[in-house]
């Protein structure tokens, strides 16, 4: 579930961005989770920005590791016939949302978006600058500013890099309609049992930690260069 830090506010920026530029279809969302996820369980990131761009015409397919309702390509980026696969699919931007935290060699997995858009083509990546530990299955905790996340990508050139504020947890609760003492009683029953799941209390407790802070995700949008003796504009 690579969206699953993925708030409105970045939603609907990365609405803007990947609608201000010339040709993003067919657009590659890779670690999208389920259709469940994107429309029930996080509903802004279908009403935001999944939804808009396939009203303005952007043709989108939604990739994850394994095979469920609304993952249209399984597989792994980083196995060479799952890339060669996308890479004939003739994507012209990859959507790399709240993944590479979740990785443990993100730039494997940043050169292998470089590579199935091929030169001239975009990536828009987006990892959580300031946001608590959430195993999926697992967080390296791998939080960079917007300009360390725009260098991962090796082969590109920088079109954009900054950063988007969401809500505070303790904001976040309010507009859920969460209970601060409901939420306080499950992180202390997630304590009496962290030694049986460690992950579960380490999320819970961690969070709290923004009760006051928003959260902050690093945007970055990326050309992949074409070799010298290309010319011409983006594809």
């Not at 040709?23 to 808009?52: C, D, M, W, Y």
Request: net charge positive; glycine share 6%.
């Amino acid at each position: 579930m690579a969206c699953e830090a993925m708030f409105d506010r970045e939603a609907a920026r990365l609405r803007e961005i990947l609608l201000e530029q010339r040709a993003v279809s067919p657009l590659l969302n890779l670690g999208s989770s389920t259709r469940e996820f994107r429309e029930a369980t996080k509903p802004h990131i279908q009403a935001e920005l999944f939804g808009p761009l396939e009203a303005a015409g952007v043709r989108i397919f939604h990739a994850d590791l394994k095979r469920d309702e609304g993952v249209d390509l399984a597989g792994d980026v980083l196995d060479p016939a799952v890339r060669a696969d996308l890479k004939a699919r003739g994507f012209k931007c990859v959507l790399c949302a709240n993944l590479l935290e979740h990785v443990r060699d993100r730039e494997a997995v940043a050169a292998a978006c470089e590579e199935i858009v091929g030169p001239g083509g975009l990536v828009l990546a987006t990892v959580p600058s300031s946001f608590p530990y959430h195993a999926d299955p697992i967080d390296t905790l791998y939080r960079p500013e917007p300009a360390a996340l725009a260098a991962l990508f090796a082969g590109s050139t920088t079109l954009l890099a900054e950063e988007v504020k969401g809500r505070s947890y303790g904001e976040d609760m309010k507009a859920r309609g969460l209970s601060f003492w409901k939420e306080a009683a499950l992180t202390l029953r997630a304590a009496l049992v962290s030694l049986v799941r460690p992950k579960g209390f380490a999320s819970r407790a961690h969070r709290w930690l923004w009760y006051k802070r928003p959260y902050r995700v690093a945007i970055a949008l990326v050309e992949v260069r074409k070799p010298p003796s290309q010319s011409g504009s983006r594809r």
